[in-house]
């Protein structure tokens, strides 16, 4: 017996076959690319332009159009990352191996870009560059997590248990992904509250609200763009004298 | 489902509340450490560290910044907007430092009770909106 219904679970397995699964991602990538630059120069425009200074910040609280939106995504990215790593282990899905590994490097840097910039805008207004505050130390052992799947995956010589264990550090890690989002309500940490997500309306001002979540549509697709980049190329590696691949070269030549 | 991936679900489900148990009760048999501050409640009951460097939290009570000397000594008062604690700090302040805005102090608790500061670092808030919007937010009570 399955609970999924047979038309998806036959879509599922025709999508993620290689060769389907490559020409998908040649035919999605433009339009994603003008989705993305749709997206991203009125969110930049809007934040760093038209949206007005803050009360208490001024200027500075425009890193937040680049700042916020990394971190959610360096977030995103690794219960994705999870999600994949569970789809590989219980039904051995080699595509679902590959977004995996191709998602890790690009995850690495979002949590790198939210990091710094958090940092240079810590220093004038907090008056410091680093704390250990719970936020900040627990997106820190986020960034090594990625840069722990990377490396792991590089360091095994036989790619399919390399993305079995890789796939079970995904899993192990995603305990991390609920501690960083509640870090700044279970513990008084220097980092502020939630602006965004909390569940009376946002404490964010509508004409600030809206470049942001611009830029946020914009990094998420601009993460779409990268990763079925990123997968490709893994397939081609992982199947260098496949049939398809043969075909694709001759095609090209 | 076939049997084996049923079985292979099955393991990392529970793979996963093992892990979340564990991590939870690592979190909670560290939470003292996990706090970057203690609130001025916790001073005032004598549950911060005595003679031992720690951080202080709290609002800067409006009104109570005072500037005795000639030199860079400020002295002002923290609140959790239950009890209050007197810090003096010598050195320069950070920007967002002002009456009613959330800052952390690291230092040490003196004889007299008053709380010797070494570092102070601003905490922002979540708050964002022009100064427009937070004029007419701060007139609004006053024409009640």
Redesign the interface.
């Known amino acids: 017996m399955s609970f999924i219904p047979a038309p998806i679970s036959r879509f599922f397995h025709r999508t993620a076959s290689p060769p389907h699964f490559y020409t998908l991602a040649d035919k999605l990538l433009p339009w994603l690319t003008v989705l993305f630059l749709l997206l991203l120069i009125p969110g930049l425009y809007g934040g760093l332009v038209m949206a007005p200074a803050d009360y208490q910040q001024g200027d500075s609280y425009r890193i937040i159009y680049i700042h916020v939106p990394a971190a959610w995504m360096s977030l995103f990215i690794y219960v994705l990352m999870a999600v994949m790593g569970g789809i590989a282990l219980v039904w051995r899905m080699k595509l679902a191996e590959v977004m995996l590994i191709s998602s890790a490097p690009i995850g690495a840097g979002f949590t790198l870009v939210a990091l710094v910039t958090g940092s240079l805008w810590g220093k004038p207004m907090w008056g410091t560059w680093w704390v250990w505050d719970a936020r900040l130390t627990s997106e820190l052992i986020l960034l090594f997590l990625y840069l722990g799947v990377t490396s792991l995956y590089g360091a095994i010589e036989d790619k399919r248990s390399a993305a079995r264990a890789v796939s079970i550090l995904a899993l192990v890690g995603v305990v991390n992904i609920p501690i960083i989002h509640y870090s700044v309500e279970w513990w008084n940490t220097l980092h502020q509250g939630p602006t965004v997500s909390k569940m009376d309306k946002p404490s964010i001002h509508i004409s600030m609200l809206i470049p942001l979540l611009l830029m946020a549509g914009a990094f998420k697709v601009y993460y779409a763009i990268a990763v079925l980049q990123a997968a490709k190329l893994e397939l081609i590696k992982r199947e260098p004298s496949a049939q398809w691949v043969k075909n694709l070269l001759e095609q090209n030549a | ?1 076939k049997p084996h ?1 049923k079985q ?2 099955l393991l ?1 489900g529970l ?2 509340i093992g ?2 148990l564990a ?1 939870t009760f690592a ?1 909670k048999a560290f ?1 003292e450490n ?6 001025t409640t916790d001073v005032a009951e004598g549950k911060a560290p005595r003679d031992a460097l720690f951080r202080l ?1 709290g609002m800067v009570v409006k009104g109570s910044v005072e500037r005795p000397g000639a030199d860079l000594l400020v002295r002002f008062k923290l609140s959790d907007f239950s009890k209050e604690v007197t810090v003096e700090y010598s050195g320069i ?4 430092f002002r009456e009613g ?1 959330g800052i ?1 102090a690291m230092g040490r608790l003196d004889g007299r009770g008053v709380f010797v500061a070494e ?17 007419s937010l701060k007139k609004a009570p006053e024409a009640e």
């Not at chain 2, 302040?93 to 967002?96: K, V, W």
């Not at chain 2, 570092?119 to 100064?131: F, G, Q, R, S, T």
């Open positions: 489902m991936r292979r679900l990392i793979m996963l892990i979340g991590a979190l939470n996990l706090m970057y501050f203690f609130s939290g302040l950070p920007d967002l805005q952390v570092e102070v670092l601003a905490k922002h808030d979540e708050n964002y909106m022009p100064p427009e919007v937070a004029d």
